[in-house]
């Protein structure tokens, strides 16, 4: 089975700052990842696929990179509206996701 | 823009079946990957599997011996059934839509049903 891992498991930043996320993968998924973002009582919503690739309508200040087996999702300016948890998920074999990751407004 | 609903029991005795529908709403079923996902406070969110508007399906190893996930393209709906049911099987249960390329890429999901597994 393919694991990701994330961290960190919660983060509080202000409004504006820079904040990102990692994902590492325990195997190669080549760029086979997704990142999702959940509100409380929301389903969650695509972010971002095949590593970089932003979703239609997504605003910009959301951003994936890879290296590796290291994945990263980047919020260029911290928004009130982000205050969500972050999901990734491998969809090289099957589909798994990570643990999640809670971001906070300070 | 494409619309989920699922739907089924809130409630499930023990080692009876869970069964859950995700009607489909503006879009055709045709041509498309239909998931069905989970999440628990133990467990996060969970993969269960898919099928494919062609009857294909693909089953995470973990659930492969207790799912079954159809399709009714006529009614626009696709099902979920998960037998011998435990406590661990209670969760809020989700329908999505994945890419037509085939990746398990989920663009659009319905808003979720919780289901209880209780005697």
């Known amino acids: 089975d393919i694991e990701v891992t994330q961290s960190p498991s919660t983060l509080s930043a202000s409004v504006g700052d820079r904040v990102t996320i990692t994902c590492r993968a325990s195997?190669?998924?080549?760029?086979?990842l997704a990142w999702y973002q959940q509100k409380p009582g929301q389903a969650p919503k695509l972010l971002i696929y095949e590593a970089s690739r932003l979703q239609s309508g997504v605003p910009s200040r959301f951003s994936g990179s890879r290296s590796g087996t290291e994945f990263t999702l980047t919020i260029t300016s911290l928004q009130p509206d982000d205050t969500a948890t972050y999901y990734c998920?491998?969809?090289?074999?099957?589909?798994?996701f990570g643990q999640g990751t809670k971001v906070e407004i300070k | 823009q494409v619309q989920l609903q699922e739907s089924g029991p809130g409630l499930v005795k023990p080692s009876e079946t869970l069964s859950l529908t995700c009607s489909v709403s503006n879009d055709s079923i045709n041509d498309y990957y239909w998931s069905w996902i989970r999440q628990s406070a133990g467990k996060g969110l969970e993969w269960i599997g898919r099928?494919?508007?062609?009857?294909?399906?693909h089953y995470i190893p973990s659930f492969k011996s207790r799912v079954t996930v159809s399709i009714d393209t006529s009614k626009n709906q696709f099902s979920l059934q998960l037998t011998s049911v435990t406590a661990a099987d209670t969760a809020v249960y989700y329908c999505?839509?994945?890419?037509?390329?085939?990746?398990?890429?989920?663009?659009?999901w319905g808003q979720g049903t919780l289901v209880t597994v209780s005697s």
């Open positions: 099928i494919h508007s062609s009857g294909a399906t």
């Open positions: 998920k491998q969809y090289m074999i099957y589909a798994t």
């Open positions: 999505a839509r994945g890419f037509r390329n085939g990746a398990t890429i989920l663009d659009f």
């Open positions: 195997q190669s998924i080549n760029s086979w």
